[in-house]
């Protein structure tokens, strides 16, 4: 779905100062009907490569495709953002029209697509995230979860391929969080949809195809989350937290328990406590 | 001892009169003991900013009353200004709220407005300023060369300044990463230990609040679900549960060892007391109750 190839990106340098590297060489290559969480701390590049995707920002050295299509050749712009889709953190600067229906239908109408059209797909985007019954509702009255829900519709609108949500739940709290990561997961499930998900927030990274984790522009840790997570001095290292399941399993093994480390969720770290527990 | 903060049936109700009239508090009564690290908690829209814009005087009750000090902070509403300096609010996203050319005079415009003299002033935002974690060459740049982070602690910096006895934050870490997340509540943390004046912190993460307070209070559709420490509130995850906020992944993790028939207490909330907890029960071999 996406690739890139010893991509570079370097953000225009004040006068006289020499541009630094926000990206320094990324290798990606990112499947089709994936769903793939990107972790790193503030500053790590994980916005500035999302941005690529979808060719708001043109690699400044090395190569970047969506579906064989390279960002750099201008003929090809929108068809590349009509394929890929993205859901900022903000919600309240993500939201264009008064009524939610409107908002929804604003890139497609944007897009030149037919009324009867642009009709069906609104209806449709709107019961994917659950927000069919909200349709003539004041964006500015809904909830923080359920405005980036309704921001999510509209780049479903779109009926991309592709959906970037970059910290796209930071600003919601527990229960607006869950409403994004249940809609992200069903919409790469039942419509088969490439899923990119920056977060902070590990455990939204549990249940992922695949883990990356930038680091000053680079690709740090590349797997299954099993296989990131069980790294925990390595996490530590690059200034992030691991999950409390995992933190603790690793508490149990510096004591001489033979648990393993790949345990994530909560379930799965109880029965291997308590399988080491007989 | 008399509470430095004590809330009686404070109800807030905003648009009184109009279709769109709704309590956003509705009768809380607690208080607050000097010294106390309070984490405030709720599901967003719970209450959790109209509550604390009353105990500045930010916002004027509907009904019921605030003491400070054992004093009402609307008895002389013309003195409401002084209960600003002694109760210090940090907004929720103060990043947008900076205005001022540089982070220095950003930083010495509230103690700089209490009066204070210019050695005064310069103290206070020397000293408030370490507390936050700005460096002193921070201090002459403009607030719009510096980063989220460093923004929202230019932010804090400006009301620490004023050296408040109450010190409130309104989701200080909210969109922070987890490092500077940890690292802003570290400073807090070392904050209230330097100076032993009240914190009220307000947050949605109870992962955050329950590595940090000495006792929370949990709000839920304007009212108070419950209050106590840490362990007395994760004792009842699920009524937590079913008010829209997150229990501790370790309290959810010993809940489960308990379904497996382990012997833990289902209200530890920290890694390090489930540890000691299972290398404990090993070692005394009676494994399952
Ligand atoms: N618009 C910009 N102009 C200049 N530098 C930028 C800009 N946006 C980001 N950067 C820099 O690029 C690097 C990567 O930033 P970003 O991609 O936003 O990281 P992340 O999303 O992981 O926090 C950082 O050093 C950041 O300061
Ligand atoms: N200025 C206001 N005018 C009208 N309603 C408000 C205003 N501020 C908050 N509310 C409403 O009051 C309720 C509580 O909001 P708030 O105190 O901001 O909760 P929290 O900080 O817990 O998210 C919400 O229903 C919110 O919509
Ligand atoms: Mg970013
Ligand atoms: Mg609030």
């Known amino acids: 779905m996406l690739q890139t190839e010893q991509l570079e990106y370097a953000y225009p340098a004040e006068e006289g100062k020499t541009p630094r590297l926000a990206l320094g ?56 953002r009509r394929r ?26 944007n897009l030149g697509v037919p009324p009867e059209e642009i009709r069906r797909r609104v209806d449709e985007a709107l019961a994917v995230v659950g927000m069919e019954k909200f349709v003539r509702h004041a964006p500015h009255l809904l909830s923080g979860g359920q405005k980036q829900r309704v921001a999510i519709a509209g780049v479903i609108a779109m009926e991309p391929e592709c959906i970037v949500l970059d910290e796209a739940t930071a600003m919601l709290d527990p229960m607006g969080r869950e409403e994004v990561l249940s809609t992200a997961h069903r919409l790469n499930r039942e419509k088969g949809i490439t899923v990119i998900l920056i977060t902070h927030h590990m455990n939204e990274a ?35 937290t691991v999950p409390d399941t995992v933190e603790l399993l690793y508490e149990l093994r510096q004591s001489g328990w033979d648990v393993p480390l790949d345990a994530l969720t909560v379930e799965a770290c109880a029965d291997a406590v308590a399988a080491a527990m007989k | 001892m008399e509470p430095i903060l004590r809330v009686e049936h404070l109800t807030h109700t905003y648009g009184s009169g109009t279709p769109f009239e709704r309590s956003a508090v509705q009768d809380l009564s607690f208080q607050v003991e000097a010294g106390e690290f309070l984490g405030v908690i709720g599901h967003t829209g719970s209450g959790k900013s109209t509550l604390i814009q009353h105990l500045n005087g930010l916002l004027r009750p509907t009904s019921g009353h605030i003491y400070l000090d054992g004093t009402d902070i609307w008895a002389k509403p013309k003195e409401i200004r002084q209960v600003r300096f002694q109760v210090g609010l940090v907004f929720q996203y103060p990043e947008y709220q900076l205005f001022e050319e540089t982070v220095y005079r950003d930083i010495a415009f509230g103690p700089t407005n209490m009066g204070l003299t210019p050695e005064q002033v310069d103290r206070a935002v020397r000293e408030a300023a370490a507390f936050a974690g700005l460096s002193e060459e921070l201090l002459d740049k403009s607030p719009f060369e510096l980063s989220g982070g460093q923004k929202r602690r230019v932010a804090i910096a400006g009301v620490i300044a004023m050296d408040p006895k109450v010190l409130i934050l309104d989701e200080p870490t909210a969109g922070l990463d987890p490092e500077g997340r940890e690292r802003l509540l570290a400073n807090i943390r070392a904050y209230h230990q330097a100076k032993g004046n009240t914190i009220l912190l307000v947050s949605h993460s109870m992962d955050e609040i329950a590595r940090n307070v000495d006792r929370i209070l949990v709000l839920k559709d304007a009212h108070v679900l419950m209050s106590g420490t840490p362990r007395e509130v994760f004792a009842r995850a699920e009524e937590l549960e079913s008010a829209g906020l997150d229990v501790p992944q370790v309290t959810r993790i010993a809940r489960a060892l308990r379904d497996r028939g382990l012997a833990i207490d289902p209200a530890v909330y920290t890694t390090e007391e489930l540890t000691a907890a299972l290398l404990a029960l090993k070692k005394g071999g009676s494994a399952v109750c």
């Open chain 1, 206 to 240: 549990e249940e992922a195809d695949r883990v990356i984790v930038m680091n000053d522009g680079q690709v740090a840790m590349d797997g299954s989350p099993q296989e990131v997570f069980c790294q925990v001095e390595k996490l530590r290292a690059l200034g992030l």
């Open chain 1, 25 to 80: 060489g990324v290798d990606l290559n990112i499947e089709k009907g994936s769903f793939v969480v990107v972790l790193g701390h503030n500053g790590s590049g994980k916005s500035t490569l999302a941005k690529h995707f979808n060719a708001v920002l043109l690699p400044t050295g090395g190569k970047v495709w969506v579906e064989g299509m390279d960002t750099a050749d201008e003929a090809l712009l929108l068809e590349i």
């Open chain 1, 84 to 109: 890929v889709g993205m859901v900022f953190q903000n919600p309240d600067n993500q939201i264009v029209a008064n009524v939610v229906e409107e908002d929804v239908a604003f890139a497609p109408e």
